[in-house]
């Protein structure tokens, strides 16, 4: 599997894994403290008791890996963001386009003096992994994202933070199910 389909995979489940496996830790924390108190003796002596009980210990360490896995892959995807994003580095030249993809310079002109900016779009899952955009003088920032032909994309960005809604940069928009518009990219 190649750095980009893994990165993929870890930025799409990171999160929604963690959360998940996270809330069945609550509940069998909550499960153990009910039985623990002993307020029913007759159940917690049957054979059936204790087979659930068997089950739940063992869907308690499932939950405990998921959410390892969960936790590893957010951080994978913080660290290696930056470098899949960017390419090859310090071997130089220009990265290789996965599978043919097409490569989209993103601008966005803040209009005034901004720290930071940030790509945010359906190629990051939105705020799973945003990209990080570089400065191009101190109202202009840019981020090189290769995208797969023959697809739309829907977009937005971020300036200091906050979303970017002063949507007349030149891009073709959307409305999106928040009432907001979206920028929209149609690769060919």
Known sequence: MDDNKLFNVATKIA???????LSLLVLYGIYKAIVGMGIFPELTNSDTFQLLNNIINKLFILALVAMIIGVCAYIFTKRFQKEIADG??????????????????????TK????????????????????D??????NQFQAVVYLEKEKRYRFKFKTDGEWKE??????????NKFGTLNYVIDVE
């Open 15 to 21: 999160t929604p894994l963690s959360l998940a496996s």
């Open 88 to 109: 090859p580095g310090e071997t130089g030249g220009e990265p290789i386009p996965p599978n043919n993809d097409i490569k989209i310079t993103f601008i966005v002109d």
């Open 112 to 131: 005034e003096r901004t720290q930071s900016a940030q790509l945010l779009g359906d190629f990051t899952a939105w705020e799973v992994s945003p990209i």
């Open 133 to 138: 955009m570089e400065p191009i003088n101190d």
């Open 166 to 175: 002063n949507m007349n940069d030149g891009y073709k928009t959307t409305k």
